[in-house]
């Protein structure tokens, strides 16, 4: 196992402000090529644990390591580079409104500076893979919700991020759609990547038979490695 | 490093052309901007040139005594012309004054027949005295008015025209200070406006600025695109309102010339045409572009 592209939550304790406690001393591990799901209430801290994994928060207290970095000192400068390992989904999609479908997943490759060839060559692999190789030109306000999602998943699996970062990717979808998304994050799991699904769907959480981590109010409550939504205590 | 250049140039042409509506608006603000600061450049000129006249009309004169020897006279002209203050001291003898007199009141008859009747030239042979300065004036009629000369000197106009000539000295002073004030208002509120433009422009790529972050663009790559949008929109501004501009200035300039006759605006604009075109150029790009740079930078924070 290589510890290097683990990710450690060590004492990580989150406060917003002196009212709100989002995480109190949460640890875990995650290794390679896990799927963890991530369960619990509409502010029981799941969020907060997607953004720190991103840097989009620093932890009040704790460290937090993935790969060679210890995230919760990484200074503003070298954000760009280290989201680069990460893909992230999230229920409303965060696609770029006034760029194409082909623009938004070849996006994700300009910031890494990688040559034309590669992106026109990559980026319709890609869209084939999610079945939306024939909405190339579409703009996103012409796709539907389950599209731009797929759009979405496209973009962050296009670098072959270490670990996806999913926060309610099903959120905003039909039953129809959410299994088609799941069916795409656990084929991204089977081609190596870490999967964090932060999810309140029951459904899915007990089709899928993978390890689940359940908080409640900012506490670790379970962490079993073939979990079920569980909620209370 | 070129790849990304060139991605950042063409991603500012490409959302350039996409928001079309929101470019055209902003273009058009920026262009209203230039527009009053073209404005401004040109009443500066025109008020320079107009205030230059109503000083120019400011003068004293001194009259000599009918029995003042011309000797004298020359030589009191000589040393107020070697008085730094003096710009011009004319000489006008009893003579002159006289012909000038008749030519101006050539159409009046009466004048004429009784300055016949008189017999003799009624008229003083005088110095018309010009100053750098309308505020110097005080101080040549001082220094005219030295014991030793008062053997010669009739009077100086200065003491009959020194409530006018004061308050004209105020009002050339409150227009230039005003003018200088009302630049600075006018450019004040048009760089205001443009930037708050802008930054409403900007303020609807927020989330997109927030997305680019976490997908992992850095922080130039994201803001690169929005100065180069920043720096169309200055030159388009200001190619428009330069070609708007130059029409309107030669349609007003017989007006203007109307007025102020020491002014041609058409050939003011014509010997400036590049440097006003240039200023026009550089200022809606400066404007532009930082803004650009400001408004993005509050959104870069994630």
């Known amino acids: 196992m ?171 979808l039909d039953p129809f759609n959410t299994w088609e998304i799941i069916k795409l994050l656990m084929k991204l799991n089977e081609m190596g990547s870490i999967i964090i699904l932060a999810t309140h769907n029951k459904e899915i959480i007990n089709t899928l038979g993978h390890r689940v981590i359940t908080l409640n109010n900012g506490k670790i409550i379970r962490d079993e490695e073939h979990g079920r939504f569980i909620l209370t205590n | 490093m070129f790849v990304a250049f060139s991605r950042i140039i063409k991603y500012g042409f490409q959302n350039f052309l996409r928001n079309g509506w929101l470019s055209t608006a902003t273009i058009a603000v920026i262009f209203l901007t230039l527009f009053v600061l073209q404005g401004l450049i040109i009443f500066n000129v025109v008020a320079k040139t107009a205030i230059a006249s109503v000083q120019n009309k400011i003068d004293i004169s001194v009259y000599f005594k009918s029995n003042a020897a011309e000797d004298a006279i020359l030589k009191l002209q000589k040393s107020l012309e070697g008085l730094s203050e003096v710009k011009k001291a004319e000489y006008i003898s009893r003579e002159k004054a006289l012909t000038e007199f008749q030519a101006r009141r050539k159409n009046d008859p009466i004048v004429i027949a009784a300055i016949q009747e008189l017999g003799e030239n009624p008229l003083l042979a005088s110095l018309n005295i010009k100053a750098y300065n309308p505020k110097e004036y005080a101080a040549i009629s001082a220094y005219l008015n030295n014991e030793s000369l008062s053997s010669i000197i009739e009077k100086v106009s200065y003491a009959q025209n020194q409530v006018v000539i004061e308050r004209l000295i105020n009002i050339v002073d409150a227009a230039k200070r005003g003018g200088i004030v009302l630049t600075f208002i006018i450019a004040i509120i048009a760089i205001l406006v443009t930037f708050n433009t802008i930054r409403l422009a900007i303020y609807s790529n927020k989330d997109a600025i927030g997305i680019m972050r976490l997908v992992g663009a850095s922080n130039n790559f994201i803001r690169g695109p929005y100065i180069i949008e920043g720096i169309l929109y200055g030159i388009l501004a200001g190619v428009l309102s330069f070609a708007i501009f130059a029409p309107l200035v030669a349609y007003i300039a017989p007006h203007v010339a109307s007025f102020i006759p020491e002014i041609n605006l058409q050939n003011y604009f014509a010997a400036n045409f590049l440097r006003l075109l240039s200023y026009q150029l550089i200022f809606g790009i400066a404007l532009s572009s930082i803004s650009s740079f400001v408004a993005v930078h509050r959104y870069l924070k994630v």
């Open chain 1, 2 to 172: 290589n510890a290097s592209n683990m990710i450690t939550f060590q004492n990580i304790t989150k406060t917003y402000n002196k009212h709100s406690t989002a995480l109190e001393n949460v640890s875990f591990k995650i290794n390679p090529k896990e799927f963890v799901s991530i369960v619990g209430r509409s502010g029981s801290g799941k969020s907060t644990i997607v953004k720190l994994i991103t840097a989009e928060e620093k932890p009040t207290n704790g460290r937090i390591i993935f790969d060679s970095y210890e995230v919760n000192k990484l200074r503003f400068s070298q954000l760009p580079k280290y989201r680069r390992l990460i893909g992230t989904i999230f229920q409303d999609f965060r696609l770029l409104n006034g760029k194409t479908v082909f623009e938004n997943i070849a996006f994700a490759l300009e910031v890494e500076g990688r040559p034309q060839k590669e992106i026109n060559e990559f980026v319709p692999q890609i869209l084939n893979l999610v079945g939306l190789d024939n909405k190339m030109q579409s703009f996103p306000y012409e796709l539907s919700g389950g599209e731009k999602q797929r759009v979405a998943i496209a973009r962050a699996m296009i670098n072959q991020p270490e670990v996806i970062v999913a926060d309610e990717p099903t959120g905003n």
